[in-house]
């Protein structure tokens, strides 16, 4: 079958298409036919070898498609299954195997495509504004990157919850898609010399509850000081770099704040927790709450041009590798 192989960590191209023998089932695990693949910042760091995967590997964290195989002691999942999987590599490829007790099965209104584009940020974004920090009506948030894939899902979700959404975008291009998502104020960092001091004007000369920062290193100082006292810093990302070793002691003179470093992992641990936040993201898709824009489909062939144009900050909304195409 035709997959991609990483067989030495670096950009975007060390990404090759290969032939490559199908998986097989073990005790366990499931088969499935790829119809759809998403693209994510996760996919970049493991192509970077910033988590140490093994070599080779293929990467890939989120996929939908077909069950086609199952092995020995899979209860609950059978052939012809239309499912999806999150953080598990190995989905930028025709077939990819999976542990079947972490399969999300798909309803039947929910496409491949849809699945595949919304299952990780769908559910980073409903544990961000629910676990990480509850989002309550009146809430002025702080998105970074808000036309980006976690963006515009997030800006989605807080604006749902009745909070208002200021976002930051490179582009005024960018900037139009995260007002059309929901962003009440939209800034682009370039355009001004001191990000917190415009976030604080935007909201009536105060700091902020929470800010979500996906992009690290750029911004990491800017969200500190967009914060009010006892405010909180959802740190969930690095795009931009990881953010370097820091004073504790800052929290404190920011105004006794906190700061969390979360994971998807960690709130999708349990088979009940899994499941119940991919209905929750399903529902919300169904009644129109969230919108999912998908803004490029690649080829296997061209998963490298994927990576750099997510890199090169060229993309809004969410990109698949769609192995059939
Ligand atoms: P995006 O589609 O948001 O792409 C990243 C965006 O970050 C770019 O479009 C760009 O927007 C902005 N950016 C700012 N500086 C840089 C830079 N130097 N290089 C590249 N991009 C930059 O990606 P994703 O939606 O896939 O991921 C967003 C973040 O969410 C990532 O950090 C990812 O790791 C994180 N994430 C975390 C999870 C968790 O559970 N902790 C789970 C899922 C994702 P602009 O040009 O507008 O500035």
Same mark, same amino acid.
């Given at each position: 079958?035709?997959?991609?192989?990483?067989?030495?960590?670096?950009?975007?191209? +060390?990404?090759?298409?290969?032939?490559?023998?199908? $998986?097989?089932?073990?005790?366990?695990?499931?088969?499935?036919? +790829?119809?759809?693949?998403?693209?994510?910042?996760?996919?970049?760091?493991?192509?970077?070898?910033?988590?140490?995967?093994? @070599?080779?590997? %293929?990467?890939?964290?989120?996929?939908?498609? *077909?069950?086609?195989?199952?092995?020995?002691?899979?209860? !609950? +999942?059978?052939?012809?299954?239309?499912?999806?999987? +999150?953080?598990?590599?190995?989905?930028?490829?025709?077939?990819?195997?999976?542990?079947?007790?972490?399969?999300?099965?798909?309803?039947?209104?929910?496409?491949?495509?849809?699945?595949?584009?919304?299952?990780?940020?769908?559910? #980073?974004?409903?544990?961000?504004? #629910?676990?990480?920090?509850?989002?309550?009506?009146?809430?002025?948030?702080?998105?970074?990157?808000?036309?980006?894939?976690?963006?515009? @899902?997030?800006?989605? @979700?807080? %604006?749902?919850?009745?909070?208002?959404?200021?976002?930051?975008?490179?582009?005024?291009?960018?900037?139009?898609? &995260?007002?059309?998502?929901?962003?009440?104020?939209?800034?682009?960092?370039?355009?001004?010399?001191?990000?917190? &001091?415009?976030?604080?004007?935007?909201?009536?000369?105060?700091?902020? $509850?929470?800010?979500?920062?996906?992009?690290?290193?750029? #911004?990491?100082?800017?969200?500190?000081?967009?914060?009010?006292?006892? !405010?909180?810093?959802?740190?969930?990302?690095?795009?931009?770099?990881?953010?370097?070793?820091?004073?504790?002691?800052? @929290?404190?003179?920011?105004?006794?704040? #906190?700061?969390?470093? $979360?994971?998807?992992?960690?709130?999708?641990?349990?088979?009940?927790?899994?499941?119940?936040?991919? &209905?929750?993201?399903?529902?919300?898709?169904?009644?129109? &709450?969230?919108?999912? %824009?998908? *803004?490029?489909?690649?080829?296997?062939?061209?998963?490298?041009?994927?990576?750099?144009?997510?890199?090169?900050?060229?993309?809004?909304?969410?990109?698949?590798?769609?192995?059939?195409?």
């Amino acid at each position: 079958m035709r997959a991609i192989r990483v067989d030495e960590v670096g950009g975007p191209e +060390v990404l090759r298409e290969a032939e490559v023998e199908p $998986p097989r089932p073990g005790p366990g695990e499931a088969v499935v036919e +790829v119809a759809a693949s998403g693209v994510n910042f996760l996919d970049v760091y493991h192509r970077e070898g910033r988590y140490g995967l093994p @070599l080779p590997f %293929t990467p890939g964290t989120e996929g939908a498609g *077909t069950v086609v195989e199952v092995g020995p002691g899979v209860a !609950g +999942v059978a052939v012809g299954d239309r499912v999806g999987w +999150v953080e598990i590599p190995g989905s930028y490829a025709e077939r990819a195997v999976v542990d079947a007790s972490r399969l999300v099965p798909l309803p039947d209104d929910i496409g491949f495509e849809t699945a595949a584009a919304v299952l990780l940020q769908g559910m #980073t974004a409903h544990y961000l504004v #629910t676990d990480a920090y509850p989002v309550r009506r009146g809430d002025t948030v702080l998105v970074h990157a808000a036309a980006g894939g976690m963006g515009l @899902l997030l800006t989605q @979700l807080v %604006t749902h919850l009745g909070g208002r959404v200021i976002g930051t975008a490179s582009t005024t291009a960018k900037a139009g898609s &995260a007002r059309r998502a929901g962003a009440a104020e939209v800034i682009l960092p370039s355009a001004v010399d001191d990000l917190a &001091a415009e976030v604080r004007r935007l909201n009536g000369g105060r700091g902020l $509850p929470v800010v979500f920062d996906g992009v690290g290193a750029h #911004t990491f100082d800017a969200s500190l000081a967009s914060l009010r006292p006892r !405010g909180h810093l959802v740190l969930f990302g690095a795009a931009s770099g990881a953010v370097p070793p820091f004073d504790p002691m800052r @929290l404190a003179r920011g105004g006794s704040l #906190t700061l969390i470093r $979360p994971s998807l992992g960690d709130y999708i641990a349990d088979r009940s927790e899994l499941l119940r936040r991919a &209905a929750d993201v399903f529902a919300w898709v169904r009644s129109g &709450a969230l919108e999912v %824009t998908v *803004t490029g489909r690649y080829a296997l062939s061209e998963a490298s041009l994927a990576h750099s144009d997510l890199e090169g900050r060229r993309t809004t909304g969410k990109l698949l590798v769609v192995p059939g195409a």
